[in-house]
C-alpha cells in the first residue's frame, strides 16, 4: 500500500478484552492479506507483569478464536517478532519514561505513532496529558503523524464531554483524535451511502411524501454479564441510543454530501442530530429484564434501564411529520441490527377482496448483511386475484462470500492511513448528547417495565407503535442454515 509508512501501534489497556477479542485479531487480519506490511511495531502498556515474548504469546489464542483468517503460526510469529510490552500504572512517570526506550529502540526515521485508548474513560485525558508532557505526542505532528482513537463512552453526559473535550484540544489538535464507533466500520453500514447515492430509483422516494416511518432495532440475546457496574451507569439509552442508533439515523437520513471526504460527511450527519427530538411527550419507553437487580455489581432496586424505546422526528424539510421508531435492549428474543424503511400504502386499494401489506425497504446489518425490498406480486391461481408480498434480497455473503473485512480492521486501517470519515466528530458528539439529555429529563425518576428474558421488551414499546396503527417489524431476511441467503442463492446457484 504506497501510503502506508511505518508506524508504531501502542495500545494503553494492552492486555484488555478489546485488544483480545478486536485489536490484535484485526491486526492480524490486515497483515496476512497485505493491507500492512512489516516494519510496524505494537507496544502495549497494562498493570500485569509480563515479558515482551509472554505478550506475544498472550495473543495466539484470541487470533486463533476471533480472527476471520485461519492462524498461521508462522506468519503470526513474523508480527509478533515486533511486540513489545510495558506492565506500569498510566499514572506514573516512570511508564513512559519506559515507552520512550522502546520508541528509541523500535522506531527508525519514521516515527509515525498510532495510539490507542482502550482503558476506562477517566483514564483518557490522563494519558494524554502524559504522553504530550513527555514529548512522545506531539500537537499538530503531521510529518511524522501522531494520532489517537479514542474509544466510547465519549464522557458520561453533555458537561463531562465537553470537559473531557476542552482538555484534550488543549494538547493535540482535532485532526489527530479519532473518536471510534464500531458500527461505523460494518460493511453494511459503509453501503449505506451507496444504497443512497449510488442508485437513482431511492432517492425520489426518500422523504416525507413516500416514507410512512422508520424503525431502528438494535437488539441483543444476553444480559450484562460482568459490566454490571458500568450499565448502572449508563443503561442502555447511554450505551446503545446516545452513539450507536443515532450514528445509524444519521446516515440513512442525511443530506447527499458536496464530497466523500470525512468533513463533508460529518456536516451532513451533524445537521441531521441537530435536527432529531422526541415526537411528543411521553413518546420513550423503559425496561428491565427480570432478574437484572440480581446481577453482578447492580444495585438491588436499580431502576436502571436496558431496554428502550423512543419515537423520533428530524425537523427538516425531508422529514418532517415522520415518525422514527428506535429499540434497543439487553436479553432480547433475536439479536439483530436492523433497519426498516417503510413506505406509505397504496391511496386507493383497487384489490379490495386483498389486504394489501407495505412496500418496505429492509436493511439488516448485524448478524448476516443485506437488504430485503419488500413489494406485492399476483399468485398464480385462477379465479378471484391474490395478492401475497415477496422479498426481493441482496445477501452479502452469497455474492461476496462470508470472509468479508471486520469492523476493527477497516478502521484501524482507516486510522494508520488518516482517514477519518468512518470516525465520529466532536460535534456529532456533542449534539448526540443534546439529544440524549433532553431524553433522560423525559423519564427522570421514573421506574422501568419489567419484562421476561427472551421477549421483545415490555408490552409498552408495542403500543408505542399500535397507537398510531402500526407495529414493529419482526421478520428478517428469509435465510437459514440449508440456504443462508434465500432464493436469490438457490437461483444463482442453478445458473437461472
Same mark, same amino acid.
Given at each position: 500500500?504506497a501510503?502506508?509508512?511505518?508506524?508504531?501501534?501502542?495500545?494503553?489497556?494492552?492486555?484488555?478484552?478489546?485488544?483480545?477479542?478486536?485489536?490484535?485479531?484485526?491486526?492480524?487480519?490486515?497483515?496476512?492479506e497485505?493491507?500492512i506490511?512489516i516494519?510496524?511495531?505494537?507496544?502495549?502498556?497494562?498493570?500485569?507483569?509480563?515479558t515482551?515474548?509472554?505478550?506475544a504469546d498472550f495473543?495466539?489464542?484470541?487470533?486463533?478464536?476471533f480472527?476471520r483468517?485461519k492462524y498461521? %503460526?508462522?506468519v503470526?510469529?513474523?508480527?509478533a517478532?515486533?511486540f513489545?510490552y510495558?506492565?506500569?500504572?498510566?499514572q506514573?512517570?516512570?511508564?513512559?519514561?519506559?515507552?520512550i526506550?522502546?520508541?528509541?529502540?523500535?522506531?527508525?526515521?519514521e516515527?509515525?505513532r498510532?495510539?490507542?485508548l482502550?482503558?476506562?474513560?477517566?483514564?483518557?485525558?490522563?494519558?494524554?496529558?502524559?504522553?504530550?508532557?513527555?514529548?512522545?505526542?506531539?500537537?499538530?505532528?503531521?510529518?511524522?503523524w501522531?494520532?489517537?482513537?479514542?474509544e466510547k463512552?465519549?464522557?458520561?453526559?453533555?458537561?463531562?464531554?465537553?470537559?473531557l473535550?476542552?482538555?484534550? %484540544?488543549?494538547?493535540?489538535?482535532?485532526?489527530?483524535?479519532?473518536r471510534?464507533?464500531?458500527?461505523?466500520?460494518k460493511e453494511?453500514?459503509?453501503?449505506?451511502?451507496?444504497l443512497?447515492?449510488a442508485?437513482?430509483?431511492?432517492e425520489?422516494?426518500?422523504?416525507?411524501?413516500h416514507v410512512?416511518h422508520i424503525q431502528?432495532?438494535?437488539?441483543?440475546?444476553v444480559?450484562?454479564?460482568?459490566?454490571?457496574?458500568y450499565?448502572e451507569?449508563?443503561?442502555?439509552?447511554?450505551?446503545?441510543?446516545?452513539?450507536h442508533?443515532?450514528?445509524?439515523?444519521?446516515?440513512?437520513?442525511?443530506?447527499?454530501?458536496?464530497?466523500?471526504?470525512?468533513?463533508?460527511?460529518?456536516a451532513e450527519?451533524?445537521?441531521?442530530?441537530r435536527a432529531l427530538?422526541?415526537?411528543?411527550?411521553?413518546a420513550?419507553?423503559r425496561?428491565?429484564?427480570?432478574?437484572?437487580t440480581?446481577?453482578?455489581?447492580?444495585a438491588?432496586a436499580?431502576?436502571?434501564e436496558?431496554?428502550?424505546?423512543?419515537?423520533?422526528?428530524?425537523?427538516?424539510?425531508?422529514?418532517?411529520?415522520?415518525?422514527?421508531y428506535?429499540?434497543?435492549?439487553?436479553?432480547l428474543?433475536e439479536?439483530k441490527?436492523?433497519i426498516?424503511?417503510?413506505f406509505?400504502?397504496?391511496?386507493y386499494?383497487?384489490?379490495?377482496?386483498?389486504n394489501?401489506?407495505?412496500?418496505?425497504?429492509?436493511?439488516?446489518?448485524?448478524?448476516?448483511?443485506?437488504?430485503?425490498?419488500?413489494?406485492?406480486?399476483?399468485?398464480?391461481?385462477r379465479?378471484?386475484v391474490?395478492?401475497?408480498g415477496?422479498?426481493m434480497?441482496?445477501?452479502h455473503?452469497c455474492?461476496f462470500g462470508?470472509?468479508?473485512?471486520?469492523?476493527?480492521?477497516?478502521?484501524l486501517?482507516?486510522?494508520?492511513?488518516?482517514?477519518a470519515?468512518?470516525?465520529t466528530?466532536?460535534?456529532?458528539v456533542?449534539?448526540?448528547?443534546?439529544?440524549?439529555e433532553?431524553?433522560?429529563?423525559?423519564y427522570?425518576?421514573?421506574m422501568?417495565?419489567?419484562?421476561?428474558?427472551?421477549?421483545?421488551?415490555?408490552?409498552?414499546a408495542?403500543?408505542?407503535?399500535?397507537?398510531?396503527e402500526r407495529?414493529?417489524?419482526?421478520g428478517?431476511l428469509r435465510?437459514?442454515?440449508?440456504?443462508p441467503?434465500?432464493?436469490?442463492?438457490?437461483?444463482?446457484?442453478?445458473?437461472?
Open positions: 500500500m501510503d502506508l509508512k511505518p508506524f508504531t501501534f501502542i495500545i494503553f489497556g494492552g492486555t484488555g478484552d478489546l485488544a483480545v477479542r478486536k485489536l490484535i485479531p484485526a491486526l492480524y487480519n490486515l497483515y496476512i497485505g493491507n506490511e516494519p510496524f511495531s505494537v507496544i502495549g502498556i497494562s498493570r500485569k507483569p509480563m515482551h515474548q509472554q505478550y495473543f495466539v489464542e484470541g487470533v486463533k478464536k480472527s483468517n498461521e %503460526e508462522e503470526y510469529k513474523k508480527m517478532a515486533s513489545y510495558i506492565s506500569g500504572d498510566l506514573q512517570d516512570n511508564t513512559y519514561h519506559n515507552l526506550d522502546i520508541l528509541n529502540k523500535v522506531e527508525g526515521e516515527k509515525n498510532l495510539f490507542y482502550a482503558t476506562t474513560p477517566e483514564f483518557f485525558p490522563v494519558v494524554v496529558e502524559n504522553l504530550t508532557k513527555h514529548g512522545i505526542l506531539l500537537k499538530g505532528a503531521v510529518k511524522p501522531h494520532r489517537i482513537i479514542i463512552p465519549f464522557g458520561s453526559d453533555l458537561e463531562s464531554a465537553r470537559l473535550n476542552q482538555r484534550l %484540544e488543549r494538547l493535540v489538535d482535532d485532526f489527530q483524535m479519532y471510534i464507533d464500531h458500527y461505523l466500520g453494511a453500514v459503509q453501503n449505506f451511502l451507496v443512497r447515492f442508485n437513482g430509483i431511492f425520489p422516494l426518500w422523504n416525507n411524501k410512512d431502528i432495532t438494535v437488539s441483543e440475546t444480559g450484562v454479564g460482568n459490566r454490571g457496574r450499565y451507569h449508563a443503561g442502555a439509552a447511554k450505551d446503545m441510543l446516545q452513539n442508533i443515532l450514528q445509524l439515523l444519521s446516515l440513512i437520513a442525511m443530506e447527499p454530501p458536496v464530497d466523500f471526504d470525512a468533513a463533508s460527511i460529518a450527519k451533524v445537521k441531521v442530530i427530538r422526541l415526537f411528543s411527550e411521553n420513550i419507553v425496561g428491565q429484564y427480570q432478574g437484572y440480581a446481577e453482578k455489581e447492580v438491588p436499580s431502576t436502571v436496558t431496554f428502550i424505546a423512543a419515537k423520533l422526528e428530524i425537523h427538516n424539510w425531508r422529514w418532517a411529520g415522520i415518525p422514527i428506535v429499540r434497543t435492549g439487553k436479553y428474543k439479536k441490527t436492523e426498516v424503511i417503510q406509505k400504502n397504496t391511496p386499494n383497487l384489490y379490495k377482496n386483498n394489501i401489506g407495505p412496500n418496505r425497504l429492509v436493511i439488516a446489518i448485524d448478524p448476516k448483511t443485506g437488504f430485503d425490498l419488500q413489494f406485492n406480486v399476483k399468485e398464480p391461481v379465479g378471484d391474490k395478492i401475497r415477496v422479498k434480497n441482496f445477501c455473503e455474492e462470508d470472509n468479508t473485512p471486520e469492523a476493527y480492521e477497516r478502521l486501517l482507516d486510522a494508520i492511513l488518516g482517514d470519515t468512518l470516525f466528530s466532536w460535534k456529532e456533542e449534539y448526540s448528547w443534546m439529544l440524549a433532553s431524553i433522560f429529563a423525559q427522570e425518576g421514573q422501568p417495565h419489567i419484562y421476561e428474558k427472551g421477549s421483545w421488551g415490555p408490552e409498552e408495542d403500543e408505542l407503535l399500535k397507537q398510531d407495529n414493529w417489524y419482526y428478517d435465510r437459514n442454515n440449508a440456504n441467503c434465500g432464493n436469490g442463492c438457490i437461483q444463482k446457484q442453478a445458473g437461472i
